[in-house]
């Protein structure tokens, strides 16, 4: 079957993913959705909340309070970095959402391959810091919540993966019946 033939078969309306990936993807989009309201608690507690993330309560026992008080441009600048790295978690989680649920979904390895690699890199760049032991936190509500959305998602990218590299398989049509 050529690429062009199997892609429009995908595309089609006849085109019925296997359980794997429709529960795979259902998972894999799950967890982009668990991200995008990751990101929201965290510019949530920006403005709202204690002034830090989830599970940091101060650091090394000094208050937002405190760092304002010392130079309000402290907690300007911390404020800026949270606004813009919830920005950047919503929207990776609304791209992973989606490229799941119609990419991965309709059985398009370049979607569920972008999903991977768009999950991977924010991780893989974000969760080492975590580890240097520079400030204390809570690990369980600080990173508790990610680590759950991340363990889903690759539940889901593992159950999608067999059903994306197969074959497409036809829904059952009278059309096709009859033949």
């Known amino acids: 079957m050529s690429l062009k033939r199997a892609t429009a ?3 089609g309306t006849d085109y019925e993913p296997g359980r794997g990936l429709r529960i795979g993807s ?3 989009a799950l967890a982009g959705v668990a991200f995008v309201g990751y990101g929201v608690v965290f510019l949530a ?3 709202f909340g204690t002034g830090f993330e989830l599970g940091v309560a101060t650091l090394n026992g000094v208050t937002p309070a405190q760092l304002d008080a010392i130079d309000p441009a402290i907690m300007h600048y911390i404020n800026h970095l949270h606004v813009a790295t919830a920005a950047f978690i919503i929207a990776t989680g609304i791209a992973i959402a989606a ?3 119609y990419g991965v979904r309709s059985g398009q390895l370049w979607a569920w391959a972008t999903a991977i690699v768009a999950a991977v890199i924010g991780l893989a760049i974000a969760l080492p810091m975590h580890y240097a032991d520079l400030f204390a ?3 369980v509500t600080h990173l ?3 680590y759950l959305a991340t363990i889903v998602f690759v539940a889901g ?3 999608a993966f067999s ?3 197969s074959e497409p398989r036809l829904a059952e049509t009278d059309e096709n019946t009859e033949a």
């Open 45 to 47: 507690r920006t403005f």
């Open 157 to 159: 990218a593992v159950l």
């Open 99 to 101: 490229l799941a649920w």
């Open 9 to 11: 078969e995908r595309h």
């Open 144 to 146: 508790g919540p990610i």
């Open 26 to 28: 259902l998972m894999m």
């Open 163 to 165: 059903g994306v590299r």
């Open 137 to 139: 936190h809570n690990w």
